[in-house]
């Protein structure tokens, strides 16, 4: 079957610019994760989504970020106002609700650059 | 807070045995886990261990876990060139199911 789908893969945009990152899990499972690679600073969870609960948000870095979740499944990551500190590698990840394990499948990720 | 320590960088030869480390700082860790990472791409989980076990081993892995140590260490037998890559290891623990990654270890296999 398919794994986690990520779009763009990659985005080049100006400071100051609005960016949407898009996320598609794997069919079925109903938790998705946000986090960001970028140098320096490694991995870091940003946002996490479990069905109709209310998002974990404790890892977004600024209120620029913000994410959504329409209908269980696809995700959007939004940055407003983009900064120069922002470029990174934005990468989903997805898992079952009741894996034991809680094990997060990753996407491809997207590079955003911003100039 | 939370905190996983790994070295950045671990060179072998070929067929040689390769032994990669971590340590984290959280008591209440539930699951460690191992993902890879080659250029250019996501990442991919390879195995992980429940915290009530010290040992798990899937074909040329093994991870071990000294939970008293709080150390878990990824050991790949005869290593091969497409075993290079970034190795991340990472926790959770019970009440957030966000993982938790150290800065990665870069593997080289020399031929």
């Known amino acids: 079957g398919a794994g986690v789908s990520q779009s763009p893969s990659n985005k080049v945009t100006e400071k100051g610019k609005d960016v949407e990152l898009r996320c598609d899990p794997i069919?079925?499972?109903?938790?998705l994760y946000w986090y960001r690679q970028s140098l320096g600073q490694g991995l870091e969870f940003l946002i996490y989504?479990?069905?109709?609960?209310?998002?974990?948000k404790s890892g977004l870095p600024s209120d620029r970020f913000s994410a959504e979740r329409t209908g269980g499944s696809v995700s959007t990551l939004t940055i407003q106002r983009t900064q120069q500190e922002d470029s990174a590698v934005y990468l989903c990840?997805?898992?079952?609700?009741?894996?034991?394990?809680?094990?997060?499948?990753f996407g491809p990720g997207t590079r955003l650059t911003v100039l | 807070g939370e905190d996983v320590e790994q070295s950045l960088f671990l060179s072998v030869r070929e067929g040689d045995s390769s032994v990669i480390n971590c340590t984290y700082t959280?008591?209440?860790?539930?699951?460690l886990y191992w993902y890879k990472q080659e250029p250019g791409a996501g990442l991919q989980l390879l195995t992980y261990?429940?915290?009530?076990?010290d040992m798990k081993q899937d074909q040329r892995l093994t991870v071990l876990l000294n939970k008293k140590d709080k150390h878990l260490s990824l050991r790949i037998a005869d290593t091969q060139t497409g075993d290079s890559a970034i190795y991340f290891c990472?926790?959770?623990?019970?009440?957030?199911?966000?993982?938790?990654f150290g800065s990665g270890t870069r593997l080289q296999v020399q031929p």
């Open positions: 069919s079925g499972h109903t938790a």
């Open positions: 261990i429940f915290s009530n076990m």
């Open positions: 989504f479990q069905g109709n609960s209310a998002p974990d």
């Open positions: 959280d008591s209440s860790s539930t699951y």
């Open positions: 990840a997805s898992s079952l609700a009741n894996a034991g394990g809680n094990e997060q499948f």
């Open positions: 990472a926790e959770s623990y019970a009440g957030r199911r966000a993982l938790t």
